[in-house]
């Protein structure tokens, strides 16, 4: 019911900006909220953002919290992560999850889909 694709990853310098997308692929409803995390080697996986299933509401982790925004498009089920003023400590995996509820939750117990991930390489 539910495949996640993200893409748009690469290898940036220090202030530069990236946009990922993160698409359901098998999916036409969409009333999940989406979340994007990211793990860097050898670290815990972190929260990076969430958007509700329509878009109305939107959270983010503090690390991220103006620099980076979501939003999404129901009709091209996509997901979207716009990350600006990149610095080296953003260099992640990042991936995208869907969740059991339509709310935007920082809450890794409630997404159930998981994309495979995009690598973020930030250089200095």
């Known amino acids: 019911q539910v495949q996640l694709v993200e893409s748009g990853g690469g290898l940036v310098q220090a202030g530069d900006s990236l946009r990922l997308s993160c698409v359901n692929s098998?999916?036409?409803?969409?009333?999940?909220?989406v979340g994007w995390f990211r793990q860097a080697p050898g670290k815990v996986r972190e929260f990076v953002a969430a958007?509700?299933?329509?878009?109305?509401?939107?959270i983010y982790g503090d690390s991220v919290k103006d620099r980076f925004i979501i939003s999404r498009d129901n009709a091209k089920n996509t997901v979207y992560l716009q990350m600006n003023s990149l610095n080296p400590e953003d260099t992640a995996v990042y991936y995208c999850?869907?969740?059991?509820?339509?709310?935007?939750?920082?809450?890794?117990?409630?997404?159930?889909?998981w994309g495979q991930g995009t690598q973020v390489t930030v250089s200095s």
């Open positions: 999850a869907a969740a059991r509820t339509p709310i935007a939750t920082r809450a890794t117990e409630l997404y159930s889909y």
């Open positions: 098998k999916r036409t409803s969409s009333n999940n909220g």
């Open positions: 958007i509700s299933w329509n878009g109305g509401n939107t």
